[in-house]
T-cell receptor, first 112, second 112 residues
Framework: ETGVTQSPTHLIKTRGQQVTLRCSSQ?????VSWYQQALGQGPQFIFQ???????GRGNFPPRFSGLQFPNYSSELNVNALELDDSALYLC???????????FGQGTRLTVV | KNQVEQSPQSLIILEGKNCTLQ??????????LRWYKQDTGRGPVSLTI?????NTKSNGRYTATLDADTKQSSLHITASQLSDSASYIC???????????FGTGTRLKVLA
């Protein structure tokens, strides 16, 4: 158990729809980052939040957005879903950017 | 361009044998290097984390080494077990952008 919980575990959406994925971090973990992992590939960094502000972003379009809340929960929102968005989405939390990051089990998103 | 490359891409060994996985990176400025174990369809689990000044770190049968001068790391697994079958991912943190850069992983299969 890493203390990081993601919901839902599985999700099926239709192309063009919007989706919100949720992550509940350990108490005291001010940093949360989100990743997209396609089947058979390593995770790709989407963005990172520190104390509710985005402080790093990977090569993902603006339709990928996020929020971090004071209660150590966070959201990943994806608008205008495309078939290629089908992947495992992982969140990871840590006390700060230089300490160990703990991953959730992921949300498997399928876009049809 | 910041990159993390791992080798071999896949590896099959017999139970009880040792193996070594390699990670080369070009990330600069360097913050830390982490090794994760990821079972299929699940979130990565941290094995070790090393900063610039650390050369070796062990976690049970897992021993990671880091040479910050040559930008190389290795993960040595001793007396392998069937449960070691998984993907092993090397992750390097960029101190400038706070991004985590993932390697594509080494798929390890341990056979009885």
């Amino acid at each position: 158990e890493t203390g990081v919980t993601q919901s839902p575990t599985h999700l099926i959406k239709t192309r063009g729809q919007q989706v919100t994925l949720r992550c509940s971090s350990q108490s005291g973990h001010n940093t949360v980052s989100w990743y997209q992992q396609a089947l058979g590939q390593g995770p790709q960094f989407i963005f990172q939040y520190y104390r509710e502000e985005e402080n790093g972003r990977g090569n993902f379009p603006p339709r990928f957005s996020g929020l971090q809340f004071p209660n150590y929960s966070s959201e990943l929102n994806v608008n205008a879903l495309e078939l290629d968005d089908s992947a495992l989405y992982l969140c990871a939390s840590s006390k700060d950017t230089y300490t160990e990051a703990f991953f959730g089990q992921g949300t498997r998103l399928t876009v049809v | 361009k910041n990159q993390v490359e791992q080798s071999p891409q896949s590896l099959i060994i017999l139970e009880g044998k040792n193996c070594t996985l390699q990670c080369n990176y070009t990330v600069s400025p360097f913050s830390n290097l982490r090794w994760y174990k990821q079972d299929t369809g699940r979130g990565p689990v941290s094995l070790t984390i090393m900063t610039f000044s650390e050369n070796t770190k062990s976690n049970g049968r897992y021993t990671a080494t880091l040479d910050a001068d040559t930008k190389q790391s290795s993960l040595h697994i001793t007396a392998s077990q069937l449960s070691d079958s998984a993907s092993y991912i090397c992750v390097v943190s960029d101190r400038g952008t706070y991004k985590y850069i993932f390697g594509t992983g080494t798929r390890l299969k341990v056979l009885a």
